[in-house]
């Protein structure tokens, strides 16, 4: 059974950083719901610190028994207390939505693994028990964390899943050192913050087949896809219960201009109900727009030669991760190789902003060499 004390009110939270305070390394996780919001809605934080008089134990803060959580804030964005997580990405959201911070600086014990070649995108309890040789309960996975009171079941469950992120940060730790790797771990830990705070809502780009439409009609899909995206966060509900995918491209595509042009396109009835008049105003008003304010088409999918060029430079990426002792998903995300290809050809292209640092000298570089031989 694992070390646990619960946090109930803002007075024991007080009381616990008080205590912890100086330990330069904070395991962190989080407990979240996410079944029919737009947001991740906060269940449980838990903590667990590095050494001191709060060392050993798993402190299990209740958000929903907090009155004031800016006490979190400031703990999270303390530049002097390195805060481990394992696949951060989504309690980084949680600590967006609930705190407005980010935490950093940031180890993720997953990338170090990648770092390591312990394989990409490896599970917690998998590295767990290569590294500990521990085997975690998964009878809680799916559990309703928004309950309360939180079972003894519970609370085991989620303590456990930061006790043991400190002896796992140890050994990726000590190994990123040796192998000069632990700077790229915070480097990564710098941009995945920076990514999420200052994403942009281009949701459209996700969007299958959108290269296929005209200027005029893509500049009305990035309108439609903009205002979804509003209307979900907004109502704090799931993009597709406002309307999916398909629904924004047939708007953009057939663009009716009337109630009865609208209820062709067999969107659902609810969606009509609460949203129709606006659709059809918001599409009246992207009509009225110049053609000089509409977007530039997307590029089409990659020719064969193109997708012959991508092959290679994933081939050169696998070379390089081999030498560097590395997964080689960790390299460069795969839209990174066509982003590398097309910006040989001389397309308007965005860099993205990991291809700073050492991937600029080690990656980056050697695969812009190499396109550039194989233009000539």
Same mark, same amino acid.
């Given at each position: 059974?694992?070390?646990?004390?619960?946090?109930?009110?803002?007075?024991?939270?007080?009381? &616990?950083?008080?205590?912890?305070?100086?330990?330069?390394?904070?395991?962190?996780?989080?407990?979240?719901?996410?079944?029919?919001?737009?947001?991740?809605?906060?269940?449980?934080?838990?903590?667990?610190?590095?050494?001191?008089?709060?060392?050993?134990?798993?402190?299990?803060?209740?958000? %929903?028994?907090?009155?004031?959580?800016?006490? %979190?804030?400031? &703990?999270?964005?303390?530049?002097?207390?390195?805060?481990?997580?394992?696949?951060?990405?989504?309690?980084?959201?949680?600590?967006?939505?609930?705190?407005?911070?980010?935490?950093?600086?940031?180890?993720?014990? @997953?990338?170090?693994?990648?770092?390591?070649?312990? #394989?990409?995108?490896?599970?917690?309890?998998?590295?767990?028990?290569?590294?500990?040789?521990?085997?975690?309960?998964?009878?809680?996975?799916?559990?309703?964390?928004?309950?309360?009171?939180?079972?003894?079941? @519970?609370?085991?469950?989620?303590? @456990?899943?930061?006790?043991?992120?400190?002896?796992?940060?140890?050994?990726?730790?000590?190994?990123?050192?040796?192998?000069?790797?632990?700077?790229?771990?915070?480097?990564?830990?710098?941009?995945?913050?920076?990514?999420?705070?200052?994403?942009?809502?281009?949701?459209? +780009?996700?969007?299958?087949?959108?290269?296929?439409?005209?200027?005029?009609?893509?500049?009305?899909?990035?309108?439609?896809?903009? !205002?979804?995206?509003?209307?979900?966060?907004?109502?704090?509900?799931?993009?597709? !219960?406002?309307?999916?995918?398909?629904?924004?491209?047939?708007?953009?595509?057939?663009?009716?201009?009337? !109630?009865?042009?609208?209820?062709?396109?067999? +969107?659902?009835?609810?969606?009509?109900?609460?949203? #129709?008049?606006?659709?059809?105003?918001?599409?009246?008003?992207?009509?009225?727009?110049?053609?000089?304010?509409?977007?530039?088409?997307?590029?089409?999918?990659?020719?064969?030669?193109?997708?012959?060029?991508?092959? @290679?430079?994933?081939?050169?990426?696998?070379?390089?991760?081999?030498? %560097?002792?590395?997964?080689?998903?960790?390299?460069?995300?795969?839209?990174?190789?066509?982003?590398?290809?097309?910006?040989?050809?001389?397309?308007?292209?965005?860099?993205?902003?990991? !291809?700073?640092?050492?991937?600029?000298? %080690?990656?980056?570089?050697?695969?812009?060499?190499?396109?550039?031989?194989?233009?000539?």
């Amino acid at each position: 059974m694992a070390d646990w004390q619960l946090i109930e009110s803002d007075d024991a939270l007080q009381a &616990l950083l008080e205590r912890a305070s100086g330990s330069p390394v904070l395991a962190v996780d989080t407990e979240f719901m996410r079944r029919n919001t737009f947001y991740p809605q906060v269940a449980l934080l838990q903590l667990c610190f590095e050494g001191g008089d709060a060392g050993g134990t798993a402190w299990l803060v209740d958000p %929903l028994a907090l009155q004031d959580p800016s006490p %979190l804030a400031a &703990l999270l964005t303390d530049p002097g207390v390195e805060k481990v997580l394992h696949s951060a990405s989504e309690d980084l959201e949680v600590f967006q939505r609930w705190l407005g911070v980010l935490p950093q600086p940031l180890f993720d014990t @997953q990338r170090a693994a990648a770092f390591l070649d312990r #394989g990409f995108g490896v599970g917690y309890r998998a590295l767990v028990h290569a590294i500990c040789a521990i085997d975690l309960p998964k009878g809680e996975t799916r559990s309703d964390w928004l309950q309360r009171p939180l079972s003894h079941s @519970q609370c085991d469950y989620a303590a @456990q899943d930061v006790l043991w992120l400190l002896p796992v940060y140890r050994e990726l730790n000590a190994r990123c050192v040796e192998q000069g790797k632990r700077d790229w771990v915070l480097a990564d830990g710098r941009d995945a913050i920076a990514s999420l705070a200052t994403a942009t809502e281009d949701y459209h +780009l996700r969007m299958k087949n959108a290269w296929k439409l005209s200027p005029r009609q893509l500049g009305t899909l990035v309108a439609v896809a903009a !205002w979804r995206e509003e209307t979900a966060r907004r109502r704090d509900k799931p993009r597709s !219960w406002i309307i999916d995918d398909q629904a924004c491209l047939q708007l953009a595509l057939r663009d009716p201009q009337s !109630w009865t042009e609208l209820q062709r396109l067999d +969107l659902p009835r609810p969606a009509l109900r609460h949203h #129709g008049e606006e659709l059809l105003a918001l599409l009246a008003a992207q009509r009225e727009r110049p053609d000089d304010a509409m977007p530039r088409p997307l590029p089409a999918p990659l020719d064969a030669a193109g997708r012959q060029a991508l092959k @290679q430079l994933k081939a050169a990426a696998r070379q390089t991760a081999e030498r %560097l002792g590395m997964a080689p998903e960790v390299l460069l995300q795969s839209r990174d190789y066509e982003i590398l290809l097309r910006e040989a050809r001389g397309e308007p292209v965005t860099e993205p902003r990991h !291809w700073s640092g050492w991937r600029a000298e %080690l990656v980056i570089d050697p695969l812009r060499r190499l396109l550039q031989v194989g233009a000539h």
